[in-house]
């Protein structure tokens, strides 16, 4: 079933119509996770042993040296995940590593907390809007945490291959992986609400601005948009296996984008009208878009890539 495509005065709301690759970030290992601040820019890229943190000098440029370089006290420690806090002065991760951690980012960049796991891998993060609730996907559960007080709120068990993604909206969380299943939960009976059959693995989950719309990204490519609280239910074909899949909703809640394996597309929301696409070289692991909207930043083999976007 495909949406309808919305009215000439819905279609004219602020979307970009094309991309121009400005930068390159040099940050010498598999960029695993990636996160982007605006006011001022900063570009965090996350991989095997360290964070390289960017300024804005760096983000039109392709030999600029990172602004400063978080190294893990344990170099074997991978980030697979990162999420930024609602007033991006903060910046959560979690990968192979013993904790989730969280970290302050000014004046200086420094560990706030570490919320010690009881899994050895986190494949997935999600933030509460206020940044209260914090949820960590793990094979066959997820950790419930208050992240105010760095209390495990709740280790939720899941189907074993049904954690590979989390999200939350509101008062549900969602969570997706091998299995092909897309369930929501309530977060305050912890009963299971919804499922979906998406027949596809469940690469990456994410919900619009409003918190009214989830999108599931599948290993066939496929994007999923469910309507969180009514059975409204639209898909994107896109017909091509995939390794990659990750999805990122602009704040405008306008538009948001999917890499799959080396290319990018930008979709209209929720008409899934196309907008534009970008190749690059090798497989893009992560993906962001600037609060304001700016500036789209991927993650991939050693390097992250900064585009502009047009409106």
Request: hydrophobic content about 35%; some cysteine.
């Amino acid at each position: 079933l495909q949406p309808p495509v919305p009215d000439e005065v819905v279609v004219k709301r602020s979307v970009p119509h094309s991309s121009w690759r400005v930068g390159t970030l040099h940050h010498g290992k598999r960029v695993n996770a990636i996160a982007i601040s605006s006011a001022p820019y900063h570009v965090y890229t996350c991989g095997i042993g360290y964070i390289r943190v960017w300024d804005e000098n760096a983000l039109c440029a392709s030999d600029r040296a990172p602004l400063t370089q978080l190294n893990f006290q344990d170099p074997r420690n991978r980030i697979l995940t990162c999420k930024l806090f609602p007033g991006e002065q903060s910046l959560i991760t979690g990968g192979m590593a013993q904790a989730v951690t969280i970290w302050d980012l000014a004046p200086t960049p420094q560990i706030r907390a570490e919320m010690f796991s009881t899994g050895p891998m986190c494949y997935s993060l999600a933030l509460s809007s206020d940044a209260h609730i914090c949820l960590a996907s793990f094979k066959g559960f997820v950790e419930i945490w208050d992240v105010q007080n760095q209390i495990l709120i709740r280790k939720h068990e899941v189907p074993p291959y049904g954690s590979r993604c989390v999200d939350i909206t509101g008062y549900k969380f969602w969570t997706g992986g091998e299995d092909t299943t897309l369930c929501s939960w309530d977060l305050r009976s912890y009963q299971k609400l919804q499922q979906h059959n998406l027949r596809n693995e469940i690469l990456s989950i994410t919900h619009d601005p409003s918190e009214e719309w989830v999108l599931a990204g599948s290993k066939m490519s496929d994007i999923v948009i469910l309507h969180a609280h009514r059975e409204e239910k639209y898909k994107a074909v896109v017909q091509r296996y995939t390794q990659h899949h990750n999805l990122k909703f602009a704040s405008c809640g306008n538009y948001f984008v999917a890499t799959l394996d080396e290319s990018v597309h930008c979709l209209a929301a929720p008409s899934l009208q196309r907008l534009f696409q970008a190749e690059e070289c090798y497989n893009i692991l992560c993906c962001d878009v600037s609060s304001d909207n700016q500036y789209l930043v991927t993650g991939s083999k050693e390097s992250a890539t900064v585009y502009q976007l047009f409106y």
